[in-house]
Structure formats: structure tokens, C-alpha cells
């Protein structure tokens, strides 16, 4: 059995087996193999745009032995996606920019759940989501070596919900759970660094954003 980091793994109960699932940045394919061997998914499809890359994710699943469950495809994005009927979509280990750009395609409308995971700019992808009307249904910090990862979790919905400022640059799921505390309190000591430094107004309005989110979570 393949054994996968804690990143990886933290991507595991997002998928059901009933979802009709690409990996969109495959690289390794390490997931993948762990979702067909543990039996979460019969079958899924993995796709790169480097062929390096996807030999890569290849090699391993030969290895395992899964070339008949775990379906590779060399392409940009989701521009293959509507060919497989793909609802869901997992994009891991990368920034919001990159993720943005593969979700800016007319196949994500044939698409129900994004499983994200981005390391940064996490207020564009968020209102991005919401444009595309897709609703945050979970989300969850992972720390990951020197690299935060949230991961975002977001199901398209007719009634696409809007939130405030703060909720799209913080998270909306984020701010109201009392075990990110100390997340908010190590990142207002990161910003307010930042200020004093910068003297940078937006900083200062973020900073203020933290307070209320803080007073909010310590009051819980
Ligand atoms: C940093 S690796 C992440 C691998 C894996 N998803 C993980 O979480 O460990 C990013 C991978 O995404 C691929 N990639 C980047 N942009 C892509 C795109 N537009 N379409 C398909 N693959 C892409 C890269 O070639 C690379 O293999």
C-alpha cells in the first residue's frame, strides 16, 4: 500500500465514491493511488500538462498496478475533462493564480465539487468561486513543512451565496472555528511586521479584520 504526506491525505475525506474525479496536476499521482488502493474510487482519471510530470504519475501507477483504474491524460487543464463526464475536481499543491487558470474553462459547468488546495492568494480564488457560483462548503489550513495549504472545498450551487470582505480574505468557514485561533494569532504577529515595516494601508485594514475575527473566536 502506498503511504501518502499528511498534505495529501488531508484531501482523502472530500471524496465520495460515487464522484466521477480528475486530478488536475497529477505530477506523481501519489493520491490517486491511494484513493483507487483504499477503495475510495473505483476509477478516476489524472491528468498533467508536463509529460515529464505525467510519466512520473505513469511509473507509479504502473508500479502499483492500477493501469486499468487510474486513467492518465496529457492536456492542459480541463480541457478533456467533458469527454469523461469528470463532476469533481481535485487541484492540489499549487498557487490560487494556477488554479484560477485551469478552472477558467466552459467545462467547469459541467462540474459539481472542487477539491482545492492552494498555498496562497486565497481571497482571488474565493471570489472567483463565487462568480462561477460555486459555494464553500469546507475548508481547512494544513501546514505542510514551511507552506500553509488551505484547502477549499466547493460545490456549485443555483443560488450562489456572496460574502463579506473579510470572509472572502480570511474564509468564511475559516473564521468561525475556534481551532484556527492560534493560525489567526501567528498570522496578525506576521502582519502587523508588515505594517510597522510598510506602513501599507490595506495591511492595516486586514490587521483590523484579524482583531474582529480574533475578539469573535476567543469569545466562543
Ligand atoms: C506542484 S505539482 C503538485 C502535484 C500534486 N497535485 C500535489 O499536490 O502534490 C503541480 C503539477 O501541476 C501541473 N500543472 C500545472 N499547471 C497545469 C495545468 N494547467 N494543467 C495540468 N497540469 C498542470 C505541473 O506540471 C505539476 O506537475
Redesign the pocket.
Known sequence: MIKISD??KSLVPYVESEDIVM??????A??DIYLVENNILNKMYV????PN?LQNGIDNIKKSGLEKKIIPIL???IERSAEYNIDTLI????GSK?II??LESPNLNRVYKLIL?SNNNHYELRKFLTQKSFNIAHEEIIKDGKKTYINIIAVHDMYPKTYTEKEYEFGPILIKDKKNINYFRDLLEEYEDLYFKSKNEQMHEKMEMLDEILDDLEAM
Open positions: 498534505r495529501l486530478d488536475v496536476g497529477c505530477d506523481h501519489l493520491l491528468c498533467d500538462v508536463n510530470a492536456g492542459y487543464g487541484i492540489s499543491g499549487m494556477n487558470s485551469i488546495q
